[in-house]
């Protein structure tokens, strides 16, 4: 739990809060009624799940799914404050390198963590960084706006890593 990962603990306030988690509580409250549904799935297995599905559809891989992840029991399991990355940090590869060396992950697996952002977009009253909008995110789909870090942030691909 001291590292966080998949134990489930995003549930909680106290993570929820967290400046990196911002605007988590959204997809939380979407799958709020699947958890309601079918109690005996844990929270840690159902969000992993959710990003093996979202992935899918995106036209990535599918992902083999292992159920039995165990849920942390309370909100003082948590993880603190400033386990993850700062949104825009001046020195992106050393910041990255900081936090994600602690957790022991080398230069590939980060590059490999990092190109998740090849899907979705950020948003500034959540994240506190990206713009409000642009011609990529002004029409949706879903909510518009934001600001993605691909043209197809709906489009599992590799155009995260293509220079700009």
């Not at 990535?60 to 404050?81: F, L, N």
């Not at 500034?124 to 909008?133: I, L």
Request: with cysteine; charged share 25%.
């Amino acid at each position: 739990p001291e590292r966080g990962g998949a134990n489930g603990s995003l549930r909680f306030d106290v993570e929820l809060k967290h400046g990196a988690n911002a605007g988590l509580v959204n997809a939380l409250k979407l799958m709020q009624p699947i958890k309601d549904k079918y109690p005996s799935i844990t929270y840690a297995d159902l969000f992993q799940l959710a990003s093996a599905t979202a992935i899918e559809e995106a036209g990535g891989p599918k992902i083999p799914m292992k159920y039995g992840r165990v849920d942390v029991t309370g909100p003082e399991q948590c993880p603190p404050e400033g386990k993850l990355p700062d949104a825009g940090p001046s020195a992106p590869a050393d910041h990255l390198r900081l936090v994600f060396y602690r957790m022991g992950l080398d230069d590939k697996e980060i590059v490999a963590l990092s190109g998740a952002h090849t899907l979705g977009r950020s948003r500034p009253e959540r994240s506190g960084w990206g713009k409000p909008e642009t011609k990529y995110t002004k029409n949706g789909p879903g909510a518009p706006g934001g600001q993605s870090w691909t043209a197809e942030w709906l489009k599992f691909d590799n155009s995260y890593f293509k220079r700009r």
